[in-house]
């Protein structure tokens, strides 16, 4: 019997059936969709991860203070980064001053919730953060305490909409400073804030609204970048080194800092969302089995109804081939016709949870397609022992049934 032939009566004894090919599909339709979208949703997140930790930039060691019960022991101080520049192990360092909440800022009389950080120029470039409009604040600002701010890309959205906010005026803490630049938009961190809902400012002017006077020159970070001939481990030693002599740390004392290697965060984090994509991946596969053991048992059902059938088609002539790739070829269509139905399910959530949802998914090919071929073969598998058992019937015992 030609292939298409087969294929076409294959087709008519599905249909003969629609409630029951329906419902053996359902489990085939729910394997690839659920592959889909749970490869999407762990390759989103790896992609999230990766723009995390290129928005942070490259190389970089991130040096915070350790509560060690005393505000001088557990702080960090701008002299330190200052020590940190001269270092010749080190191209750069920069210090932030984070402003407390019940800092207001506010914008034609209404409270801004932006994060307001205070930083020395230097920053900039060690973060690798530019601006997408206007310009950035330099030394001489930072030295002058001049009333400029840049703004985030979220923020400046949440507060003047569609209009350009370079050359508006905020009020910071009861000073009337004025928004020089856009930055360009960061996106998340590893944890879920927005990088981009903030306001910069220099640093100076930051220390003098907030009128620190018992600790002039504290910081809540310090960012450094060692040369790129310096190994992490090499910069580190060094560092602590440099920072406990500073703080006159002795050998029986602990430091009252702590350095963090953002690549070695990085790059835990990515091998954490590779884990976590071949789980969800894994987790997904187990509705594909199910489904080919349902596509099995229907078939088996199928082989048991149809006995006399059989008989009567071999003993008219039908070869073992035939009535082998009949069955096989309705466990691959009912197999298949699963897969595309699961296929556009699984494009429709992706698409429901990026529009509606805002969660980070990535679709590309290879998933959709390792959907496709596994579907195949699961039909293939299921489908070859009903198949075979159909085939080696005799037609003597299948007409008695």
Same mark, same amino acid.
């Given at each position: ?73 557990? /702080?960090?101080?701008?002299? *330190?980064?200052?020590? $940190?520049?001269? @270092? &010749?192990?080190?191209?750069?360092? %920069?210090?932030?001053? =984070? ?89 998340? /961190?590893?944890?879920?804030? *927005?990088?981009?809902? $903030?306001?910069? @400012? &220099?640093?100076?002017?930051?220390? %003098?609204?907030?009128? =620190? ?108 081939? %035939? ?56 039909g293939v598998f299921f489908g070859l022992y009903p198949a075979l058992k159909a085939s080696r019937l005799l037609p003597v015992e299948a007409l008695k049934y």
């Amino acid at each position: 019997m030609p292939i298409f032939a087969i294929i076409i009566e294959a087709m008519h004894s599905l249909a003969a059936n629609k409630m029951r090919s329906g419902l053996t599909m359902l489990g085939m339709v729910i394997g690839v969709a659920s592959v889909i979208v749970m490869v999407a949703i762990g390759q989103g997140s790896q992609r999230s991860i990766k723009q995390t930790i290129a928005s942070l930039g490259s190389n970089l060691l991130l040096i915070t203070p350790v509560d060690a019960g005393s505000q001088d022991k557990s /702080t960090i101080f701008e002299r *330190d980064a200052e020590r $940190l520049r001269k @270092l &010749p192990i080190i191209q750069n360092a %920069a210090s932030m001053l =984070i402003a407390p909440e019940s800092l207001i800022v506010t914008y034609n009389g209404t409270i801004l919730n932006s994060s307001v950080i205070g930083v020395t120029p230097s920053y900039f470039g060690l973060r690798e953060w530019g601006v997408s409009r206007g310009t950035l604040f330099n030394d001489m600002d930072n030295q002058l305490m001049a009333p400029v701010t840049l703004i985030g890309e979220s923020a400046a959205k949440k507060i003047f909409g569609q209009v350009n906010p370079v050359g508006k005026f905020i009020i910071f803490n009861k000073q009337r400073v004025q928004v020089i630049g856009v930055l360009k938009p960061k996106g998340q /961190t590893l944890e879920g804030k *927005d990088q981009d809902d $903030l306001l910069i @400012l &220099p640093q100076t002017l930051v220390r %003098a609204r907030l009128a =620190i006077t018992k600790v002039h020159n504290m910081v809540n970070i310090i960012f450094t970048k060692p040369r790129s001939e310096v190994t992490q481990e090499t910069a580190i030693l060094y560092i602590t080194r440099t920072l406990r002599e500073s703080h006159g740390l002795t050998a029986d004392k602990q430091s009252d800092f702590a350095i963090h290697d953002v690549k070695s965060v990085a790059e835990s984090a990515l091998k954490a969302g590779r884990v976590m994509t071949i789980l969800l991946g894994a987790i997904a596969s187990v509705s594909l089995i199910v489904g080919g053991i349902g596509i099995m048992n229907i078939m088996l059902v199928c082989v048991t109804e149809r006995t006399r059938e059989i008989g009567i088609r071999k003993a008219i002539g039908a070869s073992r081939q %035939a009535i082998l790739f009949q069955f096989l070829c309705e466990a691959l269509l009912i197999a298949l016709i699963g897969c595309m139905m699961g296929m556009f399910i699984g494009v429709g959530t992706i698409l429901g949870l990026t529009v509606n949802m805002g969660i980070p998914v990535e679709l590309n090919a290879w998933p959709v397609m390792a959907a496709f071929s596994a579907s195949t073969l699961t039909g293939v598998f299921f489908g070859l022992y009903p198949a075979l058992k159909a085939s080696r019937l005799l037609p003597v015992e299948a007409l008695k049934y």
